[in-house]
């Protein structure tokens, strides 16, 4: 049974940082794209960023950077400069191949991790 866990989220300051993690089960990171979403209050649903299955970064977003450990089949959201305006749920997916967009053609989907930016 595939499964992706999304943890690292919680409560950070203005300024501040914070790690996430996406551990996947039942499947090996290598062969798929993982990225990153967000559902923030009163806003749709917006995809972050994506790490394709060859291990390049997509370079969109300079305060929220991805990496993948494949030792730990996880891939990692780096996020920098936080703003109250970045909190949410984030979530992450996976689909087998190269990087895409549209959250509805995802392979794999995690249940999320919540974020709250406030002083």
């Known amino acids: 049974q595939v499964q992706l866990v999304e943890s690292g989220g919680g409560l950070v300051q203005p300024g501040g940082s914070l790690k996430l993690s996406c551990t996947a089960s039942g499947l090996s990171l290598d062969y798929y794209g993982v990225s990153w979403f967000r559902q923030t209050p009163g806003k749709e649903r917006e995809g972050l960023t994506c790490?394709?299955?060859?291990g390049y970064p997509d370079p969109r977003k300079d305060r929220f950077i991805i990496s993948r450990d494949l030792v730990r089949n996880t891939v990692h959201l780096q996020m920098n400069s936080l703003r109250p305006e970045d909190t949410g749920v984030y979530f992450c997916?996976?689909?087998?191949?190269?990087?895409?967009?549209?959250?509805?053609?995802?392979?794999?989907w995690g249940k999320g991790t919540p974020v709250t930016v406030s002083s």
């Open positions: 790490i394709d299955e060859r």
């Open positions: 997916t996976a689909v087998a191949g190269l990087c895409i967009t549209n959250w509805n053609n995802m392979d794999y």
